[in-house]
């Protein structure tokens, strides 16, 4: 159970990406105070979990209510996920990012923090996707959701730490650890369309 824990503790980590959306989140609110900063990351990372909690416990009635079978999902969702990768490997992900955030948003815990930067259409698709896949099994489903709350609870943790010592952050050690994350998540990617395949296949 622990490995299961930490294994999707990672996983929901890596389509977070609190490390790659760190800089943004400093040019969104280097108007504002540190104080200001912090309740900024603390008020961000909740609304993001609440959104992640709720497609995580709804997921699966949704595909049902619109027919959606699992495989056909967990295909689209590794589709997804390896467009994104693609994206944090060329370093486009960030520059869409850049480009699509509204810095003048006078609620910036809910856009552009809380949404898409941090509950994006890449985290929610993997919550969707990774819960769909405990079935039924309810300790897998709350292992899940405990590594979905200690996922985001960390990112809140480097958003403080980002806001408390914004000038020794380095733009390019995150560019790195961006590309990096980025194979592992391609790898995972592929792995679901492989999973999604073979349960078509076996149905």
Do not use: C
Request: no cysteine.
């Amino acid at each position: 159970m622990i490995e299961l824990f930490f294994k999707t503790f990672i996983f929901y980590f890596i389509v977070i990406d609190p490390i790659g959306s760190t800089p943004i989140f400093l040019v969104v609110t280097e108007h504002l105070e540190t104080k200001e900063k912090i309740k900024t990351a603390l008020h961000g990372t909740f609304i993001a979990t609440l959104i992640l909690l709720f497609f995580g416990l709804l997921g699966n009635s949704i595909l049902a209510y619109l027919n959606i079978s699992f495989p056909a999902f967990t295909i689209a969702g590794g589709i997804i996920l390896f467009i994104i990768a693609l994206e944090m490997l060329f370093d486009k992900r960030q520059q869409r990012k850049e480009e699509n955030t509204n810095f003048t948003s006078d609620k910036l815990s809910i856009f552009p923090l809380a949404t898409p930067l941090l509950a994006g259409p890449a985290a929610i698709t993997s919550v969707i996707v990774s819960v769909s896949a405990a079935g039924n099994d309810f300790t897998k489903q709350a292992i899940g959701m405990f590594a979905l709350i200690a996922a985001t609870l960390v990112t809140f943790i480097i958003l403080f730490i980002a806001a408390k010592s914004e000038k020794i952050i380095n733009k390019r050690i995150i560019s790195i650890f961006s590309r990096i994350v980025a194979i592992v998540l391609a790898g995972l990617s592929v792995q679901y369309i492989l999973d999604g395949i073979k349960t078509f296949m076996s149905i």
